[in-house]
C-alpha cells in the first residue's frame, strides 16, 4: 500500500506531461492547419484573379468581335446598297436610252408604212401595227398606269409576233404589270417565263432576280436561296448576280 502511494505522483506528473504534450500538439497541428488554409485560400485568390482575368479577356474579344461582326455587316450593308443604287442608275439610263431607241424604231416602223401605203402597197394599207409599235403602245400604257391596256398590247405582240426580238421585253414586262398590281404569284409565273423561254435575253436574269427578292420579302428563304444561286450559275458575269452575292454576303 504505501508503494502504491509512493507510485502516485508520478503517475499524475506523466498524466499531466501527456495531456500538456497533447494539447502543444494539438496546437501545432491547428497552427499548421491555419497556416496550410492561409495558403489555400492565397493559391485560391491567385486561381480566382487569373481566371477572372481570362473571363474578362474573354468577355472583352468577345465585345471586340461582335463590334468587327456588326461593322462588317454595316459595311456590307452599305456597300450592297451602294452597288443596288449604281445598278439602278445605270439600269434607269440604259432604260431610258432603250426607250429612246425603242420610239425611233416605233417611228421608223410606222414611217416605213406610211411610204409603202403611199407606193400602192396593200398589205401595208391595212394599217396593221407592227411588233415595235405594239411594244411602244404597252410601254406608254405601263408608265400611265393602265396595267391592263399595257399588259393586252404586250400578249398582241406575243401573239402575232412570237419570234420577235422583243418577244422576252414582252413576257418581263407582263410581269411587271402584274407586279404594279400587287399580283405576286402572277408576276412570278410571268417572270419565269422569260428565263425559260428566252434564256438569252438580257431579261432572263433581271427576271430571275425579281423573283429572288420577291421571294426574300414573302418571307420564303429557302426559295430565294435557290433562285440566287440559280442566278448566279447561269447569268454569274451579270450585274444581277453581283447584286446576289452581296446579298449572301450581308445576310
Not at 484573379?49 to 474578362?56: E, G, P, Y
Not at 425603242?102 to 401605203?117: D, G, N
Given at each position: 500500500?504505501?508503494?502504491?502511494?509512493?507510485?502516485?505522483?508520478?503517475?499524475?506528473?506523466?498524466?499531466?506531461?501527456?495531456?500538456?504534450?497533447?494539447?502543444?500538439?494539438?496546437?501545432?497541428?491547428?497552427?499548421?492547419?491555419?497556416?496550410?488554409?492561409?495558403?489555400?485560400?492565397?493559391?485560391?485568390?491567385?486561381?480566382?484573379?487569373?481566371?477572372?482575368?481570362?473571363?474578362?479577356?474573354?468577355?472583352?474579344?468577345?465585345?471586340?468581335?461582335?463590334?468587327?461582326?456588326?461593322?462588317?455587316?454595316?459595311?456590307?450593308?452599305?456597300?450592297?446598297?451602294?452597288?443596288?443604287?449604281?445598278?439602278?442608275?445605270?439600269?434607269?439610263?440604259?432604260?431610258?436610252?432603250?426607250?429612246?431607241?425603242?420610239?425611233?424604231?416605233?417611228?421608223?416602223?410606222?414611217?416605213?408604212?406610211?411610204?409603202?401605203?403611199?407606193?400602192?402597197?396593200?398589205?401595208?394599207?391595212?394599217?396593221?401595227?407592227?411588233?415595235?409599235?405594239?411594244?411602244?403602245?404597252?410601254?406608254?400604257?405601263?408608265?400611265?398606269?393602265?396595267?391592263?391596256?399595257?399588259?393586252?398590247?404586250?400578249?398582241?405582240?406575243?401573239?402575232?409576233?412570237?419570234?420577235?426580238?422583243?418577244?422576252?421585253?414582252?413576257?418581263?414586262?407582263?410581269?411587271?404589270?402584274?407586279?404594279?398590281?400587287g399580283n405576286g404569284a402572277?408576276?412570278?409565273?410571268?417572270?419565269?417565263?422569260?428565263?425559260?423561254k428566252y434564256p438569252r435575253?438580257?431579261?432572263?436574269?433581271?427576271?430571275?432576280?425579281k423573283r429572288a427578292v420577291?421571294?426574300?420579302?414573302?418571307?420564303?428563304?429557302?426559295?430565294?436561296?435557290?433562285?440566287?444561286?440559280?442566278?448566279?450559275?447561269?447569268?454569274?458575269?451579270?450585274?444581277?448576280?453581283?447584286?446576289?452575292?452581296?446579298?449572301?454576303?450581308?445576310?
Open positions: 500500500m504505501r508503494s502504491i502511494l509512493a507510485l502516485a505522483p508520478l503517475v499524475l506528473t506523466t498524466a499531466c506531461l501527456a495531456s500538456k504534450s497533447d494539447f502543444q500538439s494539438l496546437q501545432t497541428d491547428v497552427r499548421t492547419m491555419r497556416v496550410e488554409q492561409a495558403q489555400a485560400d492565397s493559391l485560391n485568390r491567385v486561381l480566382i484573379d487569373r481566371v477572372s482575368q481570362q473571363l474578362r479577356a474573354a468577355t472583352d474579344s468577345l465585345t471586340a468581335l461582335g463590334d468587327r461582326v456588326a461593322r462588317q455587316r454595316s459595311e456590307n450593308q452599305a456597300s450592297f446598297s451602294g452597288m443596288q443604287q449604281q445598278l439602278l442608275a445605270i439600269q434607269a439610263l440604259t432604260g431610258q436610252s432603250e426607250q429612246r431607241l425603242q420610239e425611233v424604231r416605233a417611228s421608223l416602223e410606222e414611217r416605213s408604212q406610211q411610204i409603202a401605203v403611199a407606193r400602192g402597197d396593200t398589205s401595208a394599207a391595212s394599217g396593221a401595227a407592227g411588233p415595235n409599235q405594239i411594244f411602244q403602245i404597252g410601254r406608254d400604257q405601263l408608265l400611265k398606269g393602265s396595267n391592263t391596256s399595257a399588259r393586252e398590247a404586250f400578249q398582241d405582240l406575243l401573239v402575232k409576233f412570237p419570234t420577235s426580238s422583243l418577244a422576252a421585253d414582252a413576257e418581263f414586262y407582263i410581269g411587271e404589270s402584274y407586279a404594279a398590281e402572277a408576276a412570278d409565273s410571268a417572270y419565269a417565263r422569260v428565263a425559260a435575253a438580257p431579261r432572263a436574269a433581271t427576271a430571275l432576280y420577291a421571294a426574300q420579302t414573302e418571307g420564303r428563304a429557302r426559295a430565294a436561296d435557290q433562285l440566287f444561286q440559280e442566278l448566279i450559275r447561269r447569268y454569274p458575269a451579270s450585274d444581277e448576280a453581283a447584286l446576289a452575292r452581296e446579298r449572301a454576303r450581308a445576310r
